[in-house]
Antibody, heavy 119, light 107 residues
Framework: EVLLLESGGGLVQPGGSLRLSCAAS????????MSWVRQAPGKGLEWVSS????????YYADSVKGRFTISRDNSKNTLYLQMNSLRGEDTAVYYC????????????WGQGTLVTVSS | EIVLTQSPATLSLSPGERATLSCRAS??????LAWYQQKPGQAPRLLVY???NRATAIPPRFSGSGSGTDFTLTVSSLEPEDFAVYYC?????????FGGGTKVEIK
């Protein structure tokens, strides 16, 4: 069974930093592209960032480019999202998602972790 | 950036009725479009990928069609568990983008 378990969310002040983790199991993590997708309260889905299986290539939404860094540790089956210079508009549930085969659709999602940016 | 526009925003239907959801892209995405279902408090679930391919374990009442800029998700006969929000997503071009969603509610 594929499982994705996010952690690391919480309350942070504007300008602060947070690192999210996503522990993966039930599939060959080192062969799978991974992504972060977020959802602001009561709003729709927004793609945030993606990383290739080896970690060699990363992609970012313009809204987070230069502030967020996606990374992975294939020896630990774990995906990360380092979030710096956080803003109120970054408040959202952050989902970790597994890429479907070789496409950039998402066939498995974690349960999400809530990040709240507020003073 | 490719903008995906979903319509209608809300669809009020009764169980057993047919639901037809639309997703229009601001430029061609070929067939690189997926549909997701999301229920309150839950993560999204992949229903259809590459416009018309049902994902694993998705019932045949869900079907997708379209190519280029116009896409449709059809639920042939709504079951009580189908009332949810549906999103489309394109993978043709970075950045990946989602539509704003269609809420299918019980009439």
């Amino acid at each position: 069974e594929v499982l994705l378990l996010e952690s690391g969310g919480g309350l942070v002040q504007p300008g602060g930093s947070l690192r999210l983790s996503c522990a993966a199991s039930g599939f060959t993590f080192s062969s799978s592209g991974m992504s972060w997708v977020r959802q602001a309260p009561g709003k729709g889905l927004e793609w945030v960032s993606s990383i290739t299986p080896t970690g060699a290539t990363t992609y970012y939404a313009d809204s987070v480019k230069g502030r967020f860094t996606i990374s992975r540790d294939n020896s630990k089956n774990t995906l990360y999202l380092q979030m710096n210079s956080l803003r109120g508009e970054d408040t959202a549930v952050y989902y970790c998602a597994k890429r479907c085969d070789s496409s950039n659709f998402f066939d498995y999602w974690g349960q999400g972790t809530l990040v709240t940016v507020s003073s | 950036e490719i903008v995906l526009t979903q319509s209608p925003a809300t669809l009020s239907l009764s169980p057993g009725e047919r639901a037809t959801l639309s997703c229009r892209a601001s430029q061609s995405v070929s067939s690189y479009l997926a549909w997701y279902q999301q229920k309150p408090g839950q993560a999204p679930r992949l229903l259809v990928y590459d416009a018309s391919n049902r994902a694993t374990a998705i019932p045949p009442r869900f079907s997708g069609s379209g190519s280029g800029t116009d896409f449709t998700l059809t639920v042939s006969s709504l079951e009580p568990e189908d009332f949810a929000v549906y999103y489309c997503q394109q993978r043709s071009t970075w950045p990946l983008t989602f539509g704003g969603g269609t809420k299918v509610e019980i009439k």
